[in-house]
């Protein structure tokens, strides 16, 4: 087994797959103009030679992407206790998105990897936001309001973001001016606003710091 953070992953096996094994998992994303997005990801688990292929249509293929894939292979490799070396796996991302920021996708990533190598099916509902780390844990992302509204809109019932961020802090601005003489002075001054995401999108919100938590809402039996 292979533990962290007092977190186990089981001891699995799986057997070399007859024939392809594809599933899809919705990843919120931040467009280039700051809104948010829903990406496509999908991921292809078939025999071959132990090699990750990438297939990406209309976005920037960053560096970051490349290394979360690397490590989506790696975690589920561990959390499956079985060595991939006669298993291709081919990733794709789709998305209205012209830029996807990889290193948010990484736990999505991830949970697809696992779910098409199990060959089991994904929930349509539910989407994630997180860094995947070598050892399983989910990091902190940026924009995630603006991908729980884009999950809102995309009809997700239940939105999983890294631990500490279902609620995040806002500023608004308060502008304050006083008259003095001929001139007028005005003050700008930042002022921070605790937003509850669960209350402001009005769907469920969910931390998780763990794959092994984000299974458990993700995968159908």
Request: net charge negative; glycine share 8%; hydrophobic share 40%.
């Amino acid at each position: 087994s292979y533990s962290s953070e007092n977190l186990t992953y089981s001891s699995r096996s799986i057997d070399v797959l007859e024939n392809s094994s594809r599933v899809e998992i919705f990843a919120p994303s931040v467009m280039s103009n700051g809104n948010g997005a829903i990406t496509k990801i999908c991921v292809e688990a078939r025999k071959g030679e132990g090699r990750i292929l990438v297939d990406v249509e209309n976005i920037l293929f960053w560096i970051d992407t490349q290394y979360s894939i690397r490590t989506a292979k790696n975690v589920a490799e561990k959390y499956l206790n079985k060595s991939l070396a006669s298993i291709d796996l081919v990733y794709s991302i789709e998305g209205n998105a012209t830029l996807v920021e990889g290193s948010s996708a990484g736990a999505a990533l991830t949970l697809a990897t696992i779910a098409a190598l199990e060959n089991k099916n994904i929930r349509k509902d539910v989407a994630i936001t997180g860094t995947i780390n070598p050892d399983g844990s989910i990091g902190q992302v940026g924009g995630i309001l603006e991908k729980g509204k884009a999950a809102k809109d995309y009809g997700i019932k239940t939105f999983l973001v890294p631990k500490g961020q279902g609620k995040i802090i806002q500023y608004e601005q308060e502008r304050k001016c006083e008259r003095i003489g001929l001139f007028t002075y005005c003050e700008i001054r930042a002022i921070p606003k605790e937003v509850d995401l669960k209350k402001e999108l009005g769907i469920d919100v969910i931390e998780v710091s763990h794959i092994t938590e984000a299974l458990k809402y993700f995968i159908e039996e």
